[in-house]
């Protein structure tokens, strides 16, 4: 059973550009969360997702980040008009269910903003 | 106020020997989830352990233990016979709420642990 998948694993991206991270849950997860790793901190919670749904979005920034899990596919944190204090690692993680005791995390993937 | 503190931002222990990471919470909840996490230095995040509030035992985990004091909101690891391959960073973690309703996890700002021969 294939674990959380995360593309890419590093991504570079100049000021302004956009990025796209994707993440697969786990085979029978439909609930999807993403964190950001600021370099040297601990994660911080930015959205949950179910499938078509967004149930909480408190960690989002107001303005350029996005993020969606369609019904087909995976899903996708999108970060338009990046700037260099976006540069961290941002971690996926899937569970079977609203609140399960564990989340599994994804490898993460690495941007660098230059 | 913090939710999640973990004082300690490095540690050294030496090999075979037994090493406490410390963590403390803050909540009003009275049901929550705590967990561990460590993350060694090519970056992914592996879940050690975890206790519900509600466990009246401590949780363990093979070589890994935690000395939860409900009291006095602290949750640390224990980690016995320390191998060279348990230098990593170990975050403590809390999901407030009931399982079935909560979701996002709170992180602390991880402690950095480092064992030597």
């Known amino acids: 059973n294939a674990g959380v998948m995360q593309n890419p694993r590093h991504l570079v991206r100049r000021r302004g550009q956009e990025a796209r991270l994707r993440c697969s849950p786990m085979k029978g997860h439909s609930h999807v969360y993403w964190y950001r790793q600021l370099p040297e901190e601990g994660l911080k919670f930015m959205v949950y997702?179910?499938?078509?749904?967004?149930?909480?979005e408190s960690g989002m920034p107001k303005e350029r980040f996005s993020a969606e899990f369609p019904k087909e596919g995976p899903s996708i944190l999108r970060i338009q008009q990046v700037v260099r204090g976006d540069s961290a690692a941002y971690f996926c993680?899937?569970?079977?269910?609203?609140?399960?005791?564990?989340?599994?995390f994804g490898p993460g993937t690495r941007l660098t903003v230059t | 106020a913090q939710k999640i503190t973990q004082t300690q931002p490095g540690m050294f222990v030496q090999e075979k020997e037994a090493v406490t990471l410390d963590c403390t919470y803050d909540?009003?909840?009275?049901?929550?989830?705590l967990f561990w996490y460590k993350q060694p230095s090519s970056g992914e995040m592996i879940f050690l352990i975890y206790q519900g509030s509600y466990d009246e035992q401590n949780a363990t985990e093979g070589r890994y233990s935690l000395n939860f004091q409900k009291a006095r909101k602290s949750t640390n690891l224990v980690i016995s016979a320390s191998q060279l391959g348990d230098s990593a960073m170990y975050f403590c973690?809390?999901?407030?709420?009931?399982?079935?309703?909560?979701?996002?996890?709170?992180f602390g700002t991880g402690t950095r642990l480092q064992v030597t021969l």
């Open positions: 993680a899937s569970s079977p269910l609203q609140g399960a005791r564990e989340q599994y």
């Open positions: 973690a809390m999901r407030e709420g009931t399982a079935g309703t909560a979701s996002k996890l709170t």
């Open positions: 997702l179910q499938k078509e749904n967004i149930i909480d």
């Open positions: 909540t009003s909840d009275q049901s929550y989830g």
